[in-house]
């Protein structure tokens, strides 16, 4: 499986981004697909996971504000941010996970300035 990531880019304080990843491969709906994030300075976090069979999990500051989701048909793994606020700039990476490999995408930026 290979991973690439889209669709970061600029935001203003409160708008509205999506990134996606999209997976190669026949075996996506097996692995578990997390997104994280990557500021300057700072170590890399997970910011919300999926399972195979879709229970979510989000890092308490994005919570009721991102949304992750997963098409096995498209084998995409989506990232739906709301309300983006100066502190989720970052770069977002892809993961997917299945026992006992980790596959990561190259990432893409997301900025979110004024």
């Known amino acids: 499986v290979q991973l690439v990531e889209s669709g970061g880019g600029l935001v203003q304080p409160g708008g509205s981004l999506r990134v996606s990843c999209a997976a190669s491969?026949?075996?996506?709906?097996?692995?578990?697909m997390g997104w994280y994030r990557q500021a300057p300075g700072k170590p890399r976090e997970l910011v919300a996971d999926?399972?195979?069979?879709?229970?979510?999990t989000y890092v308490d500051s994005v919570k009721g504000r991102f949304t992750i989701s997963r098409d096995n048909t498209k084998r995409t793994v989506y990232l739906q941010m709301n309300d983006l606020k100066p502190e989720d700039t970052a770069v977002y990476y892809c993961?997917?996970?299945?026992?006992?490999?980790?596959?990561w995408g190259q990432g893409t930026q997301v900025t979110v300035s004024s």
């Open positions: 999926i399972g195979r069979g879709g229970p979510t």
């Open positions: 993961k997917g996970s299945l026992y006992p490999f980790d596959i």
């Open positions: 491969g026949s075996t996506f709906s097996s692995y578990v």
